[in-house]
């Protein structure tokens, strides 16, 4: 009878304990309210800079939407590549801590540029993103990495921004 008694209050507890920690972990997509999570689709502005001086480059504009399950899809308007050079970004997302994100995915560079700066050579950009999210607000620190179409390193370049959540549109009514 104790043992029994016993395993319902450690159960008990643990049940307790889920239900009072479950706002702060847990799956990326669970719940109802927005509040810190980054599930949806977010308008970015990139701020890229060089990644040894510090120099920054033009800023630009990025869509990235992430989808339930940990997916996401990027498309990009960095004026530093020819039209049709790069493809859409494709990756994967999680959750690191209660409102912070990590995110991963690659782009095609499907030609190489002509000789003038900057010369991006056909291959794979691989972005690393840590992401912040305060609401319907984000800020991110970002790197990426370019590879020939044999995965060796030609470049890499570093980025901070901003992201506003892509809402639906209102009705006047």
Not at 17 to 26: E, I, R, S, T
Not at 108 to 118: A, E
Not at 153 to 172: H, I, L, M
Request: charged share 20%.
């Amino acid at each position: 009878m104790k043992s029994k008694l016993r395993r319902a209050a450690v159960v008990a507890v643990l049940a307790l304990g889920g239900l009072l920690l479950q706002p702060f972990g847990g799956d990326a997509a669970a719940g109802s309210d927005r509040e810190g999570r980054l599930q949806g689709t977010w308008r970015v502005q990139v701020n890229p800079r060089n990644c040894l001086t510090g120099a920054p480059n033009p800023s630009f504009a990025v869509l990235l939407s992430f989808a339930r399950g940990g997916t996401l899809t990027e498309l990009n308007s960095s004026p530093a590549f020819l039209p049709g050079q790069r493809s859409p970004g494709l990756g994967v997302w999680s959750r690191s801590h209660r409102n912070t994100y990590k995110a991963v995915w690659d782009a095609f560079i499907l030609f190489d540029s002509p000789t003038t700066p900057p010369r991006f050579t056909r291959g794979v950009q691989r972005l690393m993103w840590d992401f912040e999210v305060d609401g319907d607000q984000m800020t991110f620190a970002a790197s990426s990495q370019f590879l020939d179409i044999n995965g060796n390193p030609v470049g890499a370049t570093c980025a901070s921004g901003t992201g506003t959540r892509f809402e639906e549109a209102q009705d006047d009514d």
